[in-house]
Every structure is written in structure tokens, then in C-alpha cells.
């Protein structure tokens, strides 16, 4: 088996949020010569995914605020690269979690998103990675044998002062690493 390199993208909430894909991140993709997009959701334009499809193959998940124009993604899926099983979700898996992790979060506000990745693990226990978005913190973490990966948010972080970002999943012969890219505001 040769190397093979996922891009790995989340919560780019075009237009809800920012008006369009920050432009790095397609010739980034092209640069790492990724054979396919994860998109962890939270796309919000359809027409995102179809710009993601230029650079290579999507395989993207319904996220809390893909509501129109999704209606044949799933909120979750199961996919294998070179023999490695990935898991792949937005991380509130259902609108039950959605709606008792957004009261939390009124009644506590921010804190460790750690019960996310808790959730992921009992979500996929048979995956050699995982990769979520939702909580727009980048993570890469193991977990036994499981590799943990938020790509954080391709368009605004939860904490201020912190880049946008994305990132990139390297699978080899050697194993598998994933590293998060930032995007540095450009003043």
C-alpha cells in the first residue's frame, strides 16, 4: 500500500457564517495531494461540497445546521481507506444529544468537549479513526488504538484569537497520523 492523505474539513458554515470557503484550503488540499474530503458537517451550502469535489471525491455528514439541500447525507458514516475503518460524524450524532448538549452549554457555557469525543468512541468502537466536527476546537488524540481527529473549523473557532483550520490524515504502511493545519488571519 503507498501513502494516501485525506483532507479533513468541518463547520464551514457557508454563508451562514462566513461568506465562502477560506480560499488556502483548496490549493492546500491540492498541494497534500488528498485522494478524498471528509467533511465532518455543518457545510450549510450545498454548493460548498460541490467546490470541495473539484480537488477530490467528498464524503461529508449532515450536520446541526444542514437543513436545506441535504436531505441524501447521513449523519454518519462508516468508510475504509487503505484497510484502515474510519468513522465519520458531526458529533451530535442525533437531536436528542443536540438539544441536551446546547442546554448544557446555556446553563454551564464552554467547557471541555471531551464527553464529545467520549460519545465518538462508543459511536464507532470498531474504527481505527475517528474524525468529528461540532465543537470547532481542533483535536488529535489517541485512544488505545483509535486515532481521535477534529479538524476544528474551517471557518470560525469557539475560542477568540484562535485560526480557522483544517486538517490532513496520512495513512501508510507505518500507520496513521493526522495533523491539524491553521489558517493565520491575513491583516
Known amino acids: 500500500m503507498s501513502k494516501i492523505t485525506l483532507g479533513l474539513i468541518a463547520d464551514t458554515h457557508v454563508p451562514d457564517r462566513k461568506r465562502g470557503l477560506d480560499p488556502r484550503i483548496l490549493p492546500a488540499f491540492q498541494q497534500a495531494g488528498v485522494a478524498a474530503i471528509l467533511h465532518a458537517g455543518d457545510i450549510s451550502s450545498p454548493s ?5 469535489a473539484e480537488v477530490a471525491p467528498v464524503h461529508a455528514v449532515r450536520g446541526n445546521t444542514d437543513w436545506f439541500g441535504f436531505d441524501d447525507l447521513p449523519s454518519y458514516r ?3 481507506f487503505g484497510g484502515v475503518r474510519l468513522g465519520l460524524a458531526h458529533g451530535h450524532i442525533n437531536w436528542p444529544n443536540y438539544l441536551r448538549d446546547k442546554l448544557a452549554y446555556l446553563l454551564f457555557g464552554p467547557r471541555s468537549f471531551d464527553y464529545f469525543t467520549q460519545r465518538m468512541l462508543a459511536f464507532f468502537p470498531d ?3 475517528i474524525v468529528f466536527g461540532h465543537t470547532h476546537e ?3 488524540r489517541r485512544f488505545g488504538k483509535t486515532l481521535v481527529v477534529n479538524p476544528g473549523s474551517a471557518c470560525c473557532q469557539v475560542l477568540p484569537g484562535k ?3 483544517y486538517g490532513l490524515l496520512h495513512i501508510s504502511p507505518n500507520g496513521v497520523e493526522a495533523e491539524i493545519c491553521y489558517l493565520p488571519s491575513q491583516n
Open 127 to 129: 474504527s481505527d479513526v
Open 138 to 140: 481542533p483535536l488529535v
Open 48 to 52: 460548498l461540497l460541490a467546490q470541495l
Open 78 to 80: 462508516h468508510l475504509e
Open 163 to 165: 485560526d480557522p483550520s
